[in-house]
């Protein structure tokens, strides 16, 4: 585990790996940044890398690759149909999940299409913990509708609960008898609720969901994209698990849910996706559509190099040194953040540090995109690229309005393995600097606004020249340092 104690009784968050091959990164100075975000239309998914110090936009394909998984790359068997590399992911996905069939996919959104297309009828209802943007889409997409019931500690920026991610069974009760069961398209649950903060979902909530579903017939869906950070919080926050070994949890999880899917691009620290059930008419209306909008059955999108590389990753799921990494990043990163009184999502989650936008700009209107202009802001002080996770991120109501999402965040990720705790210091000191100074930071408003999914593509401009009088500020208190 990378949590070590110290000598005066604290812990230090330390890495469990070493550096054999590195990547060059640039701090540009501040008037460039400045120059680089209002070039991107103050969307940080718009900047060229080249131009980011910290990459913290996300997780998705962008963790460290282990030695093992690039030397398992070698060995890829490059054919359309029948890859020895195929039968070798399939056969450690269905040993770890223990199902009987695997469908390969080139990403999670996929997976969502493929499920979504077998499973969404016009007018369903698909009832989850909590949505994330591409699932949402692919089942508004097939004419579905979404209801969320997250506990209600899921949606509390601060709270003690170890497991913000679990369902409200009482809620879910409720929605099953309001909706009526030939109306649920399925129960999901997402693994490390990923837009509330990277929150966990207990086993006793996962035992108490599939129990209902089961007794009335409906289909169970498991997003484990953010399953490693799950299983990590698994171990060291429920009792009854930490002795337990993660393949049992894993085994335990795979008997619970009709379906699994996942982004290889975070689970497995890889690239690609796959769907798996044991569940034999689903499974043949799935695999129809694989070649169709994926790639043949034995690659379904991904390259061969990917796969290899997947199925190893998945091995090291099961060892705590390796899936402790992130998590105990994140809790060193929020700690330190609380410290210097800027407002983070607690307990703290996988994933990353989720800073409280709606607090921290508590003088921003949601329609003025408070977490997309703290972003930006964090850019211009920092080079550091944040993503926005709130209104932003939403889906314009039918009649045009804004949907105020519940919450408002930035969040920070923490590719796994990627950043050194020197780093993450710096992010908390540029951030401390920026919440003294967070009564300088304005709003946004879009300048080209795409209708589906808008936060990837759209620009917006700054409401009032903010921009400009937070980088003079900066460049006088830091005394020309970057
Ligand atoms: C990233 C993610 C997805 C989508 O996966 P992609 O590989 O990016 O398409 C789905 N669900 C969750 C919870 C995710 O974090």
Known sequence: MSNIKLRSGGTIPLE??????????????????????????FNTFLLRNRDVFLDMLTDSGTNALSDNQ??????????????????????????LFGKKHFLPAHQGRACEHIIARTLVKPGSVAIMNYHFTTTKAHI????????????DEGLKVKSDAP?????DIDKLNE??????????????IEAGTNLVGGQPVSMKNMREVSAICRALGIKLVYDASLLADNLYFIKTR??????????????????????IYFSARKLGSSRGGGILTSDDEIFSQMRELVPLFEGFLTYGGMSVRDMEATAVGLIETLDMGVISQTP??????????????????LPPGGLGCHVDAREFCNHIPQEEYPAGALAAALFIVSGVRGMERGTLSEQRNPDGSERLAEMELVRLALPRRVYTLSQIKFVADRFAWLFENRHMIGGLRFTDEPKVLRFFIGQLEAIGDWPQALAKKFAEDFGGSL
């Open 16 to 41: 469990m790996h070493r550096a054999r091959m590195v990547q060059k990164i640039n701090l540009l100075p501040v008037n460039e940044r400045l120059e680089k975000i209002q070039e991107a239309g």
């Open 70 to 95: 690039f030397a398992a790359m070698f060995q890829a068997d490059d054919s359309y149909a029948g890859s020895e590399t195929f039968f070798r992911l399939e056969k450690v996905l269905v040993d």
């Open 140 to 151: 508004t997409l097939m004419g579905g509708g979404i209801e969320e019931i997250i506990s």
């Open 163 to 167: 497991f913000k991610g679990d369902i």
């Open 175 to 188: 929605a099953i008898k309001r909706i009526g069961t030939e109306n649920i398209s399925f129960v999901r």
């Open 238 to 259: 429920d009792e009854e698990f930490r002795d337990v070994d993660i393949q049992e949890i894993m085994l335990e999880i795979g008997r619970l849910m009709d379906i």
């Open 328 to 345: 105990v990043f994140v809790e060193a990163l929020c700690n330190e953040m609380q410290a210097n009184g800027v407002p983070v999502v």
